[in-house]
């Protein structure tokens, strides 16, 4: 197994970690390490800008969506 060593962290962020950790009932590597895996879960911002392009554009003008807004609101 790998490990990863994080230097020069600055005192106030280590006290958040330490904080955060505490809260979470872990110890700050365990903390940190579910940190990375939920990050990694997620697509990098290349990956979701990629992804986003290639979805179909639309032709709105702002003032459909405002009136399609509107029209809801007052369907309640």
Request: net charge positive.
């Amino acid at each position: 197994m790998s490990n990863v060593q994080v230097k020069n962290l600055a005192p106030g962020l280590h006290e958040q970690l330490r904080a955060r950790a505490g809260e979470a009932g872990t110890t700050i590597s365990d903390y940190v390490l579910e940190l990375i895996r939920r990050d990694l879960q997620l697509p990098s911002r290349r990956q979701w800008l990629t992804a986003v392009s290639q979805l179909p554009s639309h032709d709105f003008h702002r003032s459909e969506i405002t009136d399609a807004i509107q029209a809801g609101r007052d369907q309640r």
